[in-house]
């Protein structure tokens, strides 16, 4: 399985990105999907998921009301729409591929074999 993650960018505080992450090699609906952050000098954290069975939501507090994760199956494609931007989201955020269906493992990285490269996203105050 191989996961491309794009989209990341410079934005000022209150700015909208997109993220999106194309798979090959696998169905993404098979696949719960999630993204993850790790901003310089911190551990990688959780920030959404698209459970594989029905393909709902599952947000990190930080993330709630404002970042929204969906899945476009036919194009094998995930997305994250990060909405209202503040500096502390400013990360490298990584796309990835698992089977995880419960919300007490689909926060944890070790849940997902399959990663994406990363795609930086910068949010200026």
């Known amino acids: 399985v191989q996961l491309q993650a794009s989209g990341g960018g410079l934005v000022q505080a209150g700015g909208s990105l997109r993220l999106s992450c194309a798979a090959s090699?696998?169905?993404?609906?098979?696949?719960?999907m999630g993204w993850f952050r790790q901003a310089p000098g911190k551990e990688r954290e959780f920030v959404a998921a698209?459970?594989?069975?029905?393909?709902?939501?599952f947000y990190a507090d930080s993330a709630k009301g404002r970042f929204t994760v969906s899945r476009e199956n036919a194009k094998n494609t995930v997305y994250l729409q990060m909405n209202s931007l503040k500096p502390e989201d400013t990360a490298v955020y990584y796309c990835?591929?698992?089977?995880?269906?419960?919300?007490?493992?689909?926060?944890?990285?070790?849940?997902?074999?399959?990663w994406g490269q990363g795609t930086q996203v910068t949010v200026s105050s």
């Open positions: 698209s459970f594989r069975s029905g393909g709902s939501a």
């Open positions: 090699g696998r169905t993404l609906s098979t696949s719960t």
């Open positions: 990835a591929a698992g089977t995880s269906l419960i919300s007490t493992t689909v926060t944890m990285s070790p849940f997902y074999p399959y």
